[in-house]
């Protein structure tokens, strides 16, 4: 393996986590840019973003849409539009069993909560799929240190055995990797995502 690809250097022993670690940084798979692009829509949909945006034949004002919004989202239509991503990843929360494949895509959006999030995500990856289980996405619409941080520790763990975190924070906008440990974290964050469809207009 040339350790010059990708501007990966290697120094001293390379072990079986820092394998894998490097391999995260590679560029996104396709089924997970199409899943973003996604939940982006549906956040459309279901929120509206700003002044221009349509629902139901008529627009709101944004400061009004935070009071005037109708009931919860309903997250069983979400994961109906997203059934296509389990050719390709575990999803979870599932009501049916997944199939224990090496990647893992976790949803967090709507009235789903982070911390419970990081919690299946977490026990996924270290009891119930441990032997094939090599990535897990965590696609987000938020960001808490404080839902987060209580999972870092088992999650540097979890690097070590090879088995990869990767937290994607989407809004309606664009979308951002946010990064999950201290220590050097920094090297997975990337530049500020555009909507792909906005960024063509």
């Keep these: 393996m040339d350790a010059r690809k990708n501007n990966i250097t290697i120094e001293g022993e390379f072990t079986v986590g820092q394998f894998f670690e490097a391999l995260s940084a590679s560029e996104y798979p396709d089924y997970i840019l199409e899943l973003i692009e996604k939940l982006q829509d549906w956040m459309k949909e279901i929120f509206i973003v700003d002044g221009d945006t349509d629902r139901s034949d008529k627009k709101m004002d944004p400061v009004a849409a935070l009071f005037e919004t109708d009931s919860e989202p309903d997250m069983e239509e979400l994961f109906s539009r997203i059934e296509w991503l389990e050719k390709y990843a575990d999803v979870l929360p599932n ?25 299946v995500a977490v026990d996924y990856a270290s009891i119930f799929n441990s032997e094939k289980c090599r990535r897990v996405w965590i696609a987000s619409d938020s960001f808490n240190f404080v839902d987060i941080s209580g999972y870092v520790a088992h999650i540097s763990k979890l690097s070590e055995r090879g088995i990869i975190f990767r937290f994607l924070l989407i809004t309606p906008w664009g979308w951002i990797e946010m990064p999950l440990e201290g220590n050097d974290g920094g090297k997975n964050q990337i530049p500020w995502k555009t909507s792909k469809k906005r960024a063509e207009k």
């Design 95 to 119: 009501v049916k069993r997944p199939a224990g494949r090496e990647e893992v895509v976790v949803i967090n959006v709507g009235t789903v909560e982070l911390e419970s999030c990081m919690r």
